[in-house]
């Protein structure tokens, strides 16, 4: 079987499954949106773990695996739905490595991938309640739920002897989920919010929000929002009335664009991000160098390790289908097996293909719990000179 080179454009395909030499793969992310800062790395990270596993020449006896993108837009619902249709319809995916935000993937999995039986590994789509939706065993994330994000948010502010916040939230899936999460667990420790404000994405103005919260008081203004879109606009509001000068946020607001941009004002802010340590967050940091890849970016580890799994997976079930994808992913994912880093996914097909068994490490420490979880950990960070530096990691 002839050897192709990875299509990162627009190819004529066949059809997909075991016979054929291409199979699809889609990566759907939101390109445009709130988080469209954010989206080019992830995509990058998880295209980085198709074209490893095609170099190697290994998955599944010389098959190519090629990404196609489609655009969720992040937060309309309908546009997400459309694009995985397409995906599905048009570009005959075996698989999705994504969406990216919650409302888009819960309509997706809801409306496309269940309905197709299409399995979903999304790299960032933390909504508590992904835990509990009905996904006929077809959807996983490599990123921690929000229930586990609230909890790290509220014990941030306790060790800190933040006992009294303001609260902010996006107002869709993501932000409720992580906003009730959030709360339960501060009030549980002891603390006290004076207000919960939601914030419509993509408004010009900010500043009847902010001063209700600013009326309602409080040590912190807690922003659990987008970098690119309300979030910024609640802290930009804030700063430029004087209402808050320090802000906790939640994993939406990490990006490069608001350091660019607000950085220098926001001195002592902090927060968290899922992020990991160890060796496998060093292979993942040399592999992306090597590439030209912005791997510090947020998600673009869980992206990275989400593609790669969908692959394992695969090779494991011995065919490139979602039956096989689906039926393998936890047994890839965790104990027992050899220990695969990034960088190692050529290694990994070599002992499938042997008979052996993997233990899928990659960029963020895989551990797969409960219905397709990630365990996840946190990296707790404060902002100084315009910078996110690292506090610790929980």
């Known amino acids: ?7 990162t454009a627009a190819t004529t395909l066949v059809a997909t499954g075991a016979q054929a030499e291409d199979v699809n793969i889609g990566v759907l992310l939101g390109y445009t949106g709130p988080i469209e800062s954010l989206t080019p790395p992830m995509a990058d990270a998880a295209e980085l773990a198709l ?18 993108r489609g655009d969720s837009t992040c937060v309309d619902s309908a546009a997400a739905t459309a694009a995985a249709e397409r995906l599905i319809t048009s570009d005959n995916v075996a698989a999705i490595m994504g969406a990216a935000c919650s409302g888009a993937t819960i309509a997706v999995l809801e409306n496309v991938a269940k309905p197709n039986g299409v399995v979903m590994i999304s790299p960032s789509a933390t909504s508590p309640a992904l835990t509990s939706i ?18 790290v948010l509220a014990n941030i502010l306790m060790d800190k002897g933040i006992t009294e916040v303001a609260v902010t939230y996006t107002n869709n899936d993501y932000g409720k989920g992580l906003s009730d999460s959030f709360i339960s667990s501060f009030e549980e420790a002891g603390g006290t919010h004076t207000i919960n404000v939601p914030h419509e994405d993509g408004k010009a ?52 664009s608001l350091m660019a941009d607000l950085g220098d004002f926001m001195g002592g802010s902090f927060g968290a991000v ?4 160890g060796d496998g967050a060093e292979a993942f940091t040399r ?22 799994l969908i692959a394992l997976a695969m090779m494991a079930g011995g065919e490139a289908t979602s039956e096989a994808a689906a039926a393998n992913i936890l047994t890839v994912a965790n104990a027992p097996g050899e220990p695969i880093l990034p960088g190692e996914l050529g290694k990994a097909m070599q002992i499938l293909a042997d008979g052996g068994e ?3 490490v990659g960029a963020t420490n895989v551990e797969l719990i409960g ?4 365990a996840g950990t946190y990296r707790e960070y404060v902002v100084e000179d315009a910078d996110y530096e690292t506090v610790q990691f929980r």
């Open 274 to 277: 899922p992020w990991s340590a």
């Open 134 to 151: 009905e996904d006929n065993g077809l959807f996983f994330r490599t990123a921690p739920s929000d229930a586990r994000q609230g909890q």
């Open 205 to 256: 103005d900010y500043s009847a929000e902010v001063a209700s919260m600013a009326s309602a008081g409080g040590e912190v203004l807690v922003v659990l929002g987008y970098a690119d879109q309300g979030g910024k606009g609640v802290i930009q509001s804030a700063l430029d009335t004087g209402a808050f000068e320090t802000f906790m946020m939640g994993d939406g607001m990490f990006a490069d």
């Open 358 to 360: 993997i233990d899928y």
């Open 371 to 374: 219905p397709g979880e990630a």
């Open 1 to 7: 079987m002839k050897k192709l080179l990875l299509a």
């Open 51 to 68: 074209a490893e596993i095609n170099e190697s020449g290994n998955f599944l006896d010389g098959m190519t695996l090629v990404p196609v």
């Open 287 to 308: 592999i992306t160098e090597a590439a030209g890849i912005n791997g510090d970016s947020s998600f673009t580890r869980e992206s990275y390790d989400a593609a790669a």
